[in-house]
């Protein structure tokens, strides 16, 4: 088993061991799921990157759950930050497995000028201790020859723990008997302007802005019109379409394949054509950002805007990537530390926040109305996603995770571990998605076929008529938006409504559940209750909030 702080270069050891693709990250907290592979036939586990055994957050649990099955310890730390990571090293010591401490990043150390005394480290831990510099391949072969021969040795059974104070007196007085100072890292004038609050928030609305026009812009609209306008709609499905219309007889079975809402014409399509570029562009650039150490600094510098939420600044990345797709914030909701958080954000994401695509359409619909109605929908927006923050963070069970991290040194990041990383994260989830829209377009299919849509319609009148004071056509518009939020929005375009009328049907479609996509992705992230959670509550809020609109205008 592999174990160590975040960012030590773990999963670049997994790597060499198994020559199997790992995740390779600087953000803690993305290495949550093990990965697995073999090393001669053993089995090896590349565990979330942590800073201690005190089962504080998920990864530090489910680390502790290993442990306990673990044959051998790799415990790899980062030779430019020894000191702190020497308090993980004593109490992974105490769990009584037999152990081998790989010291990475010696090139760092090397190329500032520090010098480690190894042989004397290896001498006050009692166990191997291996220089390596692992995204080279140096002390790969060491480390194999070492842990051939760890692996028929025997555990010894587990210490009593000394408390953290002692673990922490014990790290620095080892670090002191090994270390000669040498010139240490220092910060470097990039890492000031970023640091500092100012140049920090001005360089992150810059990010952050790059992000939204790069996913909500150029991926979300111009790419993916082509993947899933010309390439799926124009050029792939219509041949296959006629194929299946000349051998399949009318009926269930030819719509359920490929009707309005067929597994061919609508699952792949959105999984393949709309996803696939999205989660492909967002795990790249989210890769950019954490190779580069950016994103810590970027987390700390708006820590506290999020914490009456319940959230910390993790949170920003997911949050501004619904304003290009809400099924992508939600995916991306996985950075966050707690399920807890994860939720809330999920929450927040399928109430308030209108996609790209939608918000298009809702400016084409509201700009002409003037500045006051666009001032009033926004604040209108804001004051909902704020107090919805509010309620969830006081009513979740469990604590929100504090924004403990360390800022890792700027680098260039590896163009192919990137690729690598984004290709088989992307993969991954294509593995996991498919399958939930094939069977929501066939649930779909099925109130379709039966007349439920059209009962639907007729059934919801009423309440649009008496509570919303919208005429009865915009159901069908907002049965729409369950499909797509943006077919939604523009289905309100082809009605003759009055400007109040207008503002409280855009209100109401914003607030509305979100898109099917959306649901599933939640529903394969959180659970079956808490998707259903999701979208009862958008609708319960976006019906009571259009009612009150109708009412007041």
């Known amino acids: ?56 957050n998920d990864e530090e649990r489910l680390t502790e759950a290993l ?56 001498s006050l831990l009692g166990v191997p201790v291996i220089p390596a510099a692992a995204a080279y391949g140096e002390g790969m072969e060491e480390l194999a020859q070492v842990l051939g021969g760890l692996r028929h040795k025997k555990k010894s059974g587990c210490r009593r723990l000394e408390d953290g104070e002692s673990l922490r007196f014990r790290a620095n007085e080892i670090y002191g008997k090994i270390a000669a100072s040498g010139g240490g890292p220092g910060l470097s004038s990039l890492d000031k302007w970023l640091t500092r609050p100012f140049s920090g928030l001005l360089t992150a609305a810059l990010v952050l802005a790059m992000i939204w026009w790069l996913i909500g812009g150029l991926v979300a609209n111009q790419v993916v019109d082509i993947t899933e306008g010309i390439v799926f709609n124009r050029w792939l ?5 006629r194929l299946l219309l000349r051998l399949l007889p009318e009926g269930l079975l030819q719509q359920i394949l490929i009707g309005d809402f067929g ?84 929450f927040l994401l399928g109430l308030a926040v209108p996609c790209s695509a939608q918000t298009g359409v809702i400016a084409m619909m509201l700009v002409p109305m003037g500045l006051g109605w666009l001032s009033l929908y926004a604040l209108i927006l804001l004051s909902i996603f704020l107090a919805a923050g509010v309620i969830l963070n006081k009513t979740v069970p469990g604590q929100s995770a504090g924004l403990f991290l360390e800022l890792p040194r700027l680098r260039l990041p590896r163009p192919r571990n990137i690729l690598r990383k984004s290709w088989a994260k992307s993969m991954a989830f294509l593995k996991d998605a498919l399958p939930l829209f ?116």
């Open 1 to 56: 088993m592999l174990a160590g702080n975040p960012n030590v270069g773990k999963s670049v050891v997994f790597t060499n061991l198994t020559k199997r693709y790992a995740e390779v990250s600087n953000y803690p907290g993305t290495t949550v799921e093990v990965s697995r592979g073999f090393w001669q036939g053993n089995p090896v586990a590349d565990t979330p990157g942590i800073y201690g055994l005190n089962a504080a």
């Open 67 to 122: 442990l306990g099955d673990a044959d051998v310890i790799v415990n790899v730390v980062d030779a430019t930050r020894l000191r702190r990571d020497l308090f993980l090293t004593l109490q992974l010591i105490g769990r009584g497995a037999p152990m081998v401490v790989v010291v990475n990043m010696m090139d760092e150390v090397r190329r500032q000028g520090q010098q480690l005394d190894l042989a004397r480290l290896e």
């Open 237 to 241: 499905l219509p041949p296959i379409v």
């Open 438 to 553: 094939a069977v929501g377009a066939a649930l779909i299919t099925l109130l379709n076929y039966g007349g439920g849509l059209i009962a639907l319609e007729n059934g919801l009148a009423p309440l649009t008529v008496s509570w919303l004071k919208l005429p009865p056509q915009v159901v069908g518009a907002f049965i729409m938006g369950m499909i797509r939020r943006d077919f939604g929005a523009a289905g309100l375009m082809a009605l003759n409504l009055a400007a109040p009328q207008r503002f409280v049907a855009l209100v109401t479609m914003t607030l509305f559940v979100p898109c099917i996509a959306s649901v599933l992705v939640a529903v394969k992230e959180h659970g079956l209750l808490i998707g259903i959670a999701i979208w009862l509550s958008s609708l319960a809020v976006a019906l009571l909030t259009g009612g009150l609109l109708a009412a007041v205008l």
């Open 263 to 346: 597994i061919l014409t609508m699952a792949l399509a959105y999984g393949i054509g709309l996803l696939l570029p999205l989660v492909f562009s967002f795990y790249l650039l989210l890769s950019l950002l954490e190779d580069s150490g950016y994103l810590p600094r970027l987390a700390v510098l708006l820590d506290n805007t999020f914490r009456p939420l319940g959230l910390n600044g993790k949170a920003v990345i997911p949050l501004i990537l619904g304003f290009g797709c809400v099924t992508m914030a939600v995916i991306s909701t996985r950075m966050l530390s707690t399920r807890r958080e994860r939720i809330i954000l999920a």
